[in-house]
């Protein structure tokens, strides 16, 4: 089993960032993906990032491409999502979770999920 840990997030100002942290214990991951997601007070969930785990190619949402990187430390079992630029409608509580088969944008196919962080940027 996993357990995934976020920590990093915080109160920010417009324009601001924050590098957020997702550490995962019980096994290793040798294969599969990892991926961030979002969600905002009477939204639904949001995909972020995600990135492959042994060849490290990265996916992102619309709405962060060029202002969050996602990035991965194979060694630690930890990933990392780099947020610049923030803007007041990333303020979510935002989840790491950890996929088996190598999904990336949907939700569902994601087997572990940490308890999430909340970020909160104002303006």
């Known amino acids: 089993q996993v357990q995934l840990v976020e920590s990093g997030g915080g109160l920010v100002q417009a324009g601001g960032s924050l590098r957020l942290s997702c550490a995962a214990s019980g096994r290793t991951f040798s294969s599969g993906s990892m991926g961030w997601f979002r969600q905002a007070p009477g939204k639904e969930r949001e995909f972020v990032a995600a990135i492959n785990w042994r060849g490290g190619s990265a996916y992102y949402g619309e709405s962060v491409k060029g202002r969050f990187t996602i990035s991965r430390d194979n060694a630690k079992n930890t990933v990392y999502l780099q947020m610049n630029s923030l803007k007041p409608e990333d303020t979510a509580v935002y989840y790491c979770?950890?996929?088996?088969?190598?999904?990336?944008?949907?939700?569902?196919?994601?087997?572990?999920w940490g308890q999430g962080t909340q970020v909160t940027v104002s303006s």
């Open positions: 979770a950890a996929s088996r088969s190598g999904s990336y944008y949907a939700g569902r196919g994601y087997d572990y």
